[in-house]
């Protein structure tokens, strides 16, 4: 056991980051054994006495120093309670090291009874979890809790060590500077081979956090002379093993990106590692990284001597086309069936998401792969489709159109139907052959058989179809499931042909499938007298607008809100909470905080009036942390700490309150005060709980604590200028632990990737150009920058200077292979790309390549290319497709589309035209007799409804109305009139139902007084951000208490508004007594003795002039009245 024990000893204070290992804190850590005499000779004796009232509660823990602990004796440090060890390092975490205090630490966690102290340690790692420890005084602790659980009877043994790794020291494995306090320990790899076998025993249940500091550890002990092939020499016995990976990595390997597996060894001797029969074995059974899985695999497969028949199931989801380009037809089909069997839709990848599910779109090794494999043949009989199974996806269009036929494809169809993975020109094709081969769609099962080619369905074969077909096939498990990988409007399309199939709304939710719950228009989620089933709600995923619409019926009928999904309980209005008792809505937003809801701005503050009605809860943990933006630290007194408050507050959506607000900065103010945080340097623990409000932290802030911010920063939304200059300047500064840009690896930028943008090309040209290239092909897919800021990295890596090209270079003809490969943009300049696309038909792979990150530069020469192809004007089956390309747009090119269908109108609208291109195509849509539909408006929707002028407005049909989604709010007021009219008599039916109110609210900016009145008459508690947007000849039309019915709840609320417009002028034109009566503290109102006058709206032109005068001359009496009163009463 002692080498065992040795080599824990080394591994566990290894748990940090390798680049740490550098840093200054090797004086923190102390060998054992300690000679007490010596390290106590100078330290006051601590009395038992103090030691039990400490234990007791009776005194404070801090009244004692760290040594007098360390020196008492044994017996006496028994009596302390489980959570003493918190204590103590509240007490010594805020105070400066001393020498002895590594020495320290050895001595005092040695005279604790191990059991106990493993149950402190279990106390501290519960309160510390979640808590960037003290780097300082996590080595002090660590360096003699280890040598303690060396101790330790049966450490060796997976149960024991699985609760001292897990329970004991997870809060300090998980600190980078740990790997500082390395001893020379001499660990021999055979030692260290019996450490990993110890840890892998127990990798199962650990969580992946501390699985990925422990493989950190195990790769510093590999790496840390800098020399590859550690632990490895095939000229001596017991080093020579090929089975490296299971005996040095073993289950950890799941955390080893490509750049570690080649720090470990070089190629070649990974290639015998990667063939080594246990190796093998062990790999099959985990879940790599994928670009691992794909680095591995192209190991196993490259060079001679190894039969792709003996590759293990595991390893075909991963491999490169060059490993398939020398199969045999019969060896191709072989593989394919074997891919189909093996790869299905639900693989998942190790990564920052371990359990994150693989999306519908395909990489570029699988598309080039299925290419290869479909390239093997000339013709596409029914066995040879069905046996390609998923392999089929690398089918060209242009053989779909010209050389298989519709009876074939039919034929085929059981296995057509279950490839993943389509675009939309194959889908389209596949069923246009179909359909006009006699392909007859006539009831549920035959709409079912088309599988994930039903994406390939245009809105108006659909609309087409009787709805009872659709409602058949959707209540089929698989087809209901093929609908998540719909685009939009179809989507859309498909819910109006259900809902006008199902009657009731209670059977709409009941069979419509998850993935087009969103897209049912709220209107028709109106259940009235009918009552809802809790159960089919709860399986649904629904907007916050669809919730709100049966929230009031769901909480009346379902008592225990913790029944609730996350799902329905975001759909929570003040509207729908009329009469709810303040216990009932402490328990709401309590089940709120157990199921994570994401919560509006409106909400909380409606939430958090309602919460505290009857004073501040007292157990504020209890509630969504979102509710504490709107409660100071003062109010969360009786709960915690400013300190506690903050930490909550720092890990809540920051998003909600204004990035300028007064209370977003405010609440920073306070923090920096709370945290003591004087100067502008933020150390690391304070920038764990400051969270996300390090986003609003100036650059002094961020230049100044150095790399420490970066992390908290990757999750920000956006940044000011100087900002950005501050990031660039601390990562330019190379004083980071990412080390300079140009000696990144591809998982250092990935680890990065949210900063991206800000890097500019300052910081983008220091990091090696092939890591960029590996980035993009292996990690861009997973990460969340747009295509756009994806191209600011294909462009650092063209040429800066273009060469003019007279032709395309043998090397660069663009195949079908190049077309799969999401890098094709890195391989061509603008004018290489002009002359190779000479005689390349576009058309079949635009919706394929236009995702890729071409920069605005090849998207010209993608443009000009199809102006050359379809010099008339595009084919309306193209405009759906052109995505960035709208940006190069012109009014002219606009003027000759036939945009024919709503879903061609949405699909170009999604791509967000700026406003004259959109009025554009809303104008040629309506100007070729095109209605605007529900699907016409949604398309046009909140963004775009306020370009439509008078005419298309009034051509809008109320039923239309009825079921878009638009919010007029920041139209012109003409538009705003319009459209309430519109919308007030669309829902006429629904007038004395609850949701009224939600259904007209975003129209209600162009309500006139009399409307208001009687809303609030409903009690509706209107929101205050809706209140500001109300007309303001309406808004001037209330009284204060009409004012107070319609606000309800939220009255309070327009104390915080009272200097914006329109309540500044409401305010202004009433009278102060009657405002002093709401309570809420208005000023600015009429006094008593005065007389407002407001000038009249209207007026007729030429009688203007006169109507002025005789108005004075009219007053002139009254006004000399009251002036002669106030001097008589003063």
């Given at each position: 056991?002692?080498?065992?024990?040795?080599?824990?000893?080394?591994?566990?204070?290894?748990?940090?980051?390798?680049?740490?290992?550098?840093?200054?804190?090797?004086?923190?850590?102390?060998?054992?054994?300690?000679?007490?005499?010596?390290?106590?000779?100078?330290?006051?004796?601590?009395?038992?006495?103090?030691?039990?009232?400490?234990?007791?509660?009776?005194?404070?823990?801090?009244?004692?120093?760290?040594?007098?602990?360390?020196?008492?004796?044994?017996?006496?440090?028994?009596?302390?309670?489980?959570?003493?060890?918190?204590?103590?390092?509240?007490?010594?975490?805020?105070?400066?090291?001393?020498?002895?205090?590594?020495?320290?630490?050895?001595?005092?966690?040695?005279?604790?009874?191990?059991?106990?102290?493993?149950?402190?340690?279990?106390?501290?790692?519960?309160?510390?979890?979640?808590?960037?420890?003290?780097?300082?005084?996590?080595?002090?602790?660590?360096?003699?809790?280890?040598?303690?659980?060396?101790?330790?009877?049966?450490?060796?043994?997976?149960?024991?060590?699985?609760?001292?790794?897990?329970?004991?020291?997870?809060?300090?494995?998980?600190?980078?500077?740990?790997?500082?306090?390395?001893?020379?320990?001499?660990?021999?790899?055979?030692?260290?081979?019996?450490?990993?076998?110890?840890?892998?025993?127990?990798?199962?249940?650990?969580?992946?956090?501390?699985?990925?500091?422990?493989?950190?550890?195990?790769?510093?002990?590999?790496?840390?002379?800098?020399?590859?092939?550690?632990?490895?020499?095939?000229?001596?016995?017991?080093?020579?093993?090929?089975?490296?990976?299971?005996n040095y990595l073993g289950s950890f390997m799941e955390h080893a990106p490509v750049e570690d597996l080649k720090l470990f060894a070089d190629e070649s001797t990974l290639q015998r590692f990667t063939r080594d029969p246990d190796n093998i074995q062990m790999v099959r059974k985990l879940t790599l990284l994928r670009a691992t899985a794909v680095y591995y695999t192209l190991l196993l497969t490259s060079g001679s001597g190894f039969a792709l028949s003996s590759l293990p199931d595991r390893f075909v989801c991963y491999l490169s086309p060059s490993a398939v380009s020398n199969l045999s037809r019969d060896d191709a089909l072989n593989l394919a069936q074997r891919i189909s069997k093996n790869c299905p839709m639900n693989v998942t990848h190790a990564g920052e998401d371990r359990e994150r599910p693989?999306?519908?779109?395909?990489?570029?090794?699988?598309?080039?792969?299925?290419?290869?494999?479909?390239?093997?043949?000339?013709?596409?009989?029914?066995?040879?489709?069905?046996?390609?199974?998923?392999?089929?996806?690398?089918?060209?269009?242009?053989?779909?159109?010209?050389?298989?036929?519709?009876?074939?494809?039919?034929?085929?169809?059981?296995?057509?139907?279950?490839?993943?993975?389509?675009?939309?020109?194959?889908?389209?094709?596949?069923?246009?052959?179909?359909?006009?081969?006699?392909?007859?769609?006539?009831?549920?099962?035959?709409?079912?058989?088309?599988?994930?080619?039903?994406?390939?369905?245009?809105?108006?074969?659909?609309?087409?179809?009787?709805?009872?077909?659709?409602?058949?096939?959707?209540?089929?498990?698989?087809?209901?499931?093929?609908?998540?990988?719909?685009?939009?409007?179809?989507?859309?399309?498909?819910?109006?042909?259900?809902?006008?199939?199902?009657?009731?709304?209670?059977?709409?939710?009941?069979?419509?499938?998850?993935?087009?719950?969103?897209?049912?228009?709220?209107?028709?989620?109106?259940?009235?007298?009918?009552?809802?089933?809790?159960?089919?709600?709860?399986?649904?995923?629904?907007?916050?607008?669809?919730?709100?619409?049966?929230?009031?019926?769901?909480?009346?009928?379902?008592?225990?809100?913790?029944?609730?999904?996350?799902?329905?309980?975001?759909?929570?209005?003040?509207?729908?909470?009329?009469?709810?008792?303040?216990?009932?809505?402490?328990?709401?937003?309590?089940?709120?905080?157990?199921?994570?809801?994401?919560?509006?701005?409106?909400?909380?503050?409606?939430?958090?009036?309602?919460?505290?009605?009857?004073?501040?809860?007292?157990?504020?943990?209890?509630?969504?942390?979102?509710?504490?933006?709107?409660?100071?630290?003062?109010?969360?007194?009786?709960?915690?700490?400013?300190?506690?408050?903050?930490?909550?507050?720092?890990?809540?959506?920051?998003?909600?309150?204004?990035?300028?607000?007064?209370?977003?900065?405010?609440?920073?103010?306070?923090?920096?005060?709370?945290?003591?945080?004087?100067?502008?340097?933020?150390?690391?623990?304070?920038?764990?709980?400051?969270?996300?409000?390090?986003?609003?932290?100036?650059?002094?802030?961020?230049?100044?604590?150095?790399?420490?911010?970066?992390?908290?920063?990757?999750?920000?939304?956006?940044?000011?200028?100087?900002?950005?200059?501050?990031?660039?300047?601390?990562?330019?500064?190379?004083?980071?632990?990412?080390?300079?840009?140009?000696?990144?690896?591809?998982?250092?930028?990935?680890?990065?990737?949210?900063?991206?943008?800000?890097?500019?090309?300052?910081?983008?040209?220091?990091?090696?150009?092939?890591?960029?290239?590996?980035?993009?092909?292996?990690?861009?897919?997973?990460?969340?920058?747009?295509?756009?800021?994806?191209?600011?990295?294909?462009?650092?890596?063209?040429?800066?200077?273009?060469?003019?090209?007279?032709?395309?270079?043998?090397?660069?003809?663009?195949?079908?292979?190049?077309?799969?490969?999401?890098?094709?943009?890195?391989y061509y300049t603008p004018e290489q790309l002009r002359v190779c696309l000479k005689n390349v038909s576009l058309a079949q792979h635009l919706s394929k390549i236009l995702n890729y990150p071409f920069t605005v530069e090849q998207l010209a020469v993608l443009k000009n290319h199809l102006d050359e192809t379809y010099p008339d004007g595009y084919p309306e089956s193209l405009l759906p497709e052109l995505g960035p390309l709208i940006s190069l747009i012109t009014l002219d090119d606009i003027s000759k589309w036939k945009i024919n269908s709503a879903e061609q109108l949405a699909a170009l609208l999604q791509n967000q035209p700026p406003p004259a291109l959109a009025a554009a195509m809303i104008n040629r849509y309506v100007s070729l007799g095109n209605r605007l539909t529900p699907a016409a408006l949604?398309?046009?929707?909140?963004?775009?409804?306020?370009?439509?002028?008078?005419?298309?407005?009034?051509?809008?049909?109320?039923?239309?109305?009825?079921?878009?989604?638009l919010d007029p709010s920041a139209c012109s007021q003409p538009t705003k009139d319009i459209l309430y009219n519109k919308a007030k008599r669309a829902f006429s039916d629904q007038h004395n139902s609850r949701a009224y109110y939600l259904l007209i609210k975003p129209y209600l900016g162009g309500a006139p007084g009399i409307d208001l009145k009687a809303l609030g008459k409903d009690r509706v508690n209107m929101d205050i951000e809706t209140f500001l947007k109300l007309r303001k000849d309406s808004l001037l039309d209330l009284t204060p208490t009409e004012v107070k019915d319609l606000l309800g709840v939220n009255l309070s609320q327009l104390k915080t508004v009272q200097n914006e417009s329109p309540v500044r002028e409401w305010i202004q034109s009433q009278k102060q007594s009657d405002l002093d009566?709401?309570?809420?503290?208005?000023?600015?109102?009429?006094?008593?003795?005065?007389?407002?006058?407001?000038?009249?709206?209207?007026?007729?032109?030429?009688?203007?002039?006169?109507?002025?005068?005789?108005?004075?001359?009219?007053?002139?009496?009254?006004?000399?009245?009251?002036?002669?009163?106030?001097?008589?009463?003063?």
């Amino acid at each position: 056991m002692t080498s065992l024990c040795s080599g824990l000893g080394f591994l566990l204070l290894a748990g940090g980051l390798a680049a740490a290992a550098t840093s200054a804190g090797t004086h923190l850590c102390s060998s054992s054994p300690v000679d007490e005499a010596a390290v106590c000779a100078s330290v006051e004796s601590a009395s038992q006495e103090m030691l039990l009232k400490i234990a007791r509660g009776g005194a404070s823990p801090c009244n004692l120093t760290f040594g007098q602990y360390a020196c008492a004796q044994s017996a006496w440090l028994q009596d302390l309670r489980d959570d003493f060890l918190v204590s103590l390092y509240s007490c010594l975490s805020p105070k400066p090291l001393s020498a002895m205090d590594a020495a320290y630490s050895i001595l005092f966690f040695s005279k604790y009874d191990a059991n106990k102290l493993l149950a402190a340690l279990t106390t501290f790692s519960q309160q510390f979890s979640h808590v960037s420890l003290s780097e300082e005084w996590s080595i002090i602790f660590v360096n003699g809790l280890w040598e303690k659980m060396l101790q330790v009877p049966g450490i060796d043994s997976p149960p024991v060590l699985s609760q001292w790794v897990h329970k004991g020291l997870q809060p300090f494995l998980a600190h980078p500077t740990v790997s500082a306090c390395l001893r020379a320990k001499n660990v021999s790899c055979e030692d260290f081979q019996k450490v990993v076998a110890a840890l892998n025993s127990i990798y199962s249940n650990l969580p992946v956090q501390e699985q990925k500091n422990l493989y950190n550890a195990i790769k510093y002990y590999l790496v840390q002379d800098g020399s590859k092939q550690k632990c490895y020499n095939a000229a001596i016995p017991g080093l020579n093993s090929t089975a490296w990976f299971k005996n040095y990595l073993g289950s950890f390997m799941e955390h080893a990106p490509v750049e570690d597996l080649k720090l470990f060894a070089d190629e070649s001797t990974l290639q015998r590692f990667t063939r080594d029969p246990d190796n093998i074995q062990m790999v099959r059974k985990l879940t790599l990284l994928r670009a691992t899985a794909v680095y591995y695999t192209l190991l196993l497969t490259s060079g001679s001597g190894f039969a792709l028949s003996s590759l293990p199931d595991r390893f075909v989801c991963y491999l490169s086309p060059s490993a398939v380009s020398n199969l045999s037809r019969d060896d191709a089909l072989n593989l394919a069936q074997r891919i189909s069997k093996n790869c299905p839709m639900n693989v998942t990848h190790a990564g920052e998401d371990r359990e994150r599910p693989r999306s519908s779109s395909l990489t570029t090794e699988e598309l080039q792969v299925a290419s290869s494999l479909v390239r093997k043949f000339e013709h596409f009989p029914p066995a040879v489709l069905r046996a390609l199974g998923q392999a089929a996806v690398g089918l060209p269009v242009s053989e779909i159109e010209e050389s298989i036929s519709g009876e074939d494809l039919e034929a085929s169809l059981p296995a057509l139907s279950k490839v993943h993975g389509w675009n939309t020109e194959q889908t389209r094709a596949i069923i246009n052959k179909l359909l006009s081969s006699g392909y007859e769609i006539t009831d549920g099962q035959s709409l079912a058989r088309l599988g994930s080619l039903v994406a390939g369905l245009n809105s108006s074969t659909l609309q087409s179809l009787p709805a009872k077909v659709i409602v058949e096939a959707i209540k089929l498990p698989e087809f209901a499931r093929q609908t998540a990988t719909l685009p939009s409007a179809l989507k859309a399309a498909f819910v109006e042909k259900i809902s006008s199939g199902l009657d009731h709304p209670a059977d709409l939710v009941k069979y419509i499938p998850d993935a087009l719950a969103s897209y049912i228009p709220k209107s028709l989620l109106v259940f009235e007298k009918e009552k809802p089933n809790i159960q089919d709600l709860n399986q649904k995923t629904w907007t916050p607008e669809q919730a709100a619409m049966f929230f009031s019926d769901v909480i009346k009928a379902e008592p225990d809100f913790n029944r609730l999904s996350q799902s329905v309980l975001q759909g929570f209005t003040c509207t729908a909470v009329n009469g709810m008792k303040t216990e009932s809505f402490r328990q709401l937003a309590k089940a709120m905080k157990q199921k994570n809801v994401k919560l509006g701005e409106d909400q909380l503050r409606c939430l958090m009036t309602m919460v505290t009605l009857q004073g501040i809860p007292k157990d504020l943990d209890s509630y969504p942390k979102d509710l504490l933006l709107f409660l100071s630290p003062s109010d969360y007194a009786t709960t915690g700490s400013c300190w506690q408050y903050f930490t909550n507050i720092g890990k809540a959506n920051l998003d909600v309150l204004q990035r300028e607000s007064s209370q977003r900065k405010q609440l920073l103010l306070e923090a920096l005060a709370c945290l003591k945080i004087s100067g502008t340097r933020v150390n690391e623990e304070n920038a764990e709980v400051l969270g996300r409000l390090v986003c609003d932290l100036s650059g002094e802030y961020i230049r100044n604590s150095g790399g420490i911010l970066l992390k908290q920063l990757s999750q920000c939304e956006s940044f000011l200028p100087e900002q950005e200059e501050a990031i660039r300047s601390v990562i330019s500064s190379e004083n980071t632990k990412y080390g300079p840009p140009s000696a990144w690896s591809a998982s250092t930028l990935n680890e990065l990737s949210a900063l991206i943008p800000v890097f500019g090309h300052s910081i983008l040209q220091k990091i090696p150009k092939d890591v960029l290239t590996l980035w993009l092909k292996n990690f861009a897919h997973d990460s969340s920058l747009s295509r756009e800021q994806l191209a600011v990295i294909t462009e650092e890596l063209l040429p800066s200077r273009h060469k003019r090209a007279a032709e395309c270079p043998p090397d660069l003809k663009i195949t079908q292979e190049v077309f799969d490969d999401v890098s094709m943009p890195l391989y061509y300049t603008p004018e290489q790309l002009r002359v190779c696309l000479k005689n390349v038909s576009l058309a079949q792979h635009l919706s394929k390549i236009l995702n890729y990150p071409f920069t605005v530069e090849q998207l010209a020469v993608l443009k000009n290319h199809l102006d050359e192809t379809y010099p008339d004007g595009y084919p309306e089956s193209l405009l759906p497709e052109l995505g960035p390309l709208i940006s190069l747009i012109t009014l002219d090119d606009i003027s000759k589309w036939k945009i024919n269908s709503a879903e061609q109108l949405a699909a170009l609208l999604q791509n967000q035209p700026p406003p004259a291109l959109a009025a554009a195509m809303i104008n040629r849509y309506v100007s070729l007799g095109n209605r605007l539909t529900p699907a016409a408006l949604n398309a046009i929707g909140t963004t775009y409804v306020c370009l439509l002028n008078a005419t298309e407005l009034n051509a809008i049909d109320i039923d239309s109305l009825k079921t878009a989604a638009l919010d007029p709010s920041a139209c012109s007021q003409p538009t705003k009139d319009i459209l309430y009219n519109k919308a007030k008599r669309a829902f006429s039916d629904q007038h004395n139902s609850r949701a009224y109110y939600l259904l007209i609210k975003p129209y209600l900016g162009g309500a006139p007084g009399i409307d208001l009145k009687a809303l609030g008459k409903d009690r509706v508690n209107m929101d205050i951000e809706t209140f500001l947007k109300l007309r303001k000849d309406s808004l001037l039309d209330l009284t204060p208490t009409e004012v107070k019915d319609l606000l309800g709840v939220n009255l309070s609320q327009l104390k915080t508004v009272q200097n914006e417009s329109p309540v500044r002028e409401w305010i202004q034109s009433q009278k102060q007594s009657d405002l002093d009566k709401l309570n809420i503290g208005l000023s600015g109102g009429t006094p008593e003795g005065y007389i407002n006058f407001v000038t009249p709206k209207f007026q007729t032109p030429s009688s203007a002039p006169l109507g002025a005068m005789a108005m004075v001359f009219h007053l002139l009496p009254a006004l000399l009245l009251s002036f002669l009163m106030m001097f008589i009463f003063s």
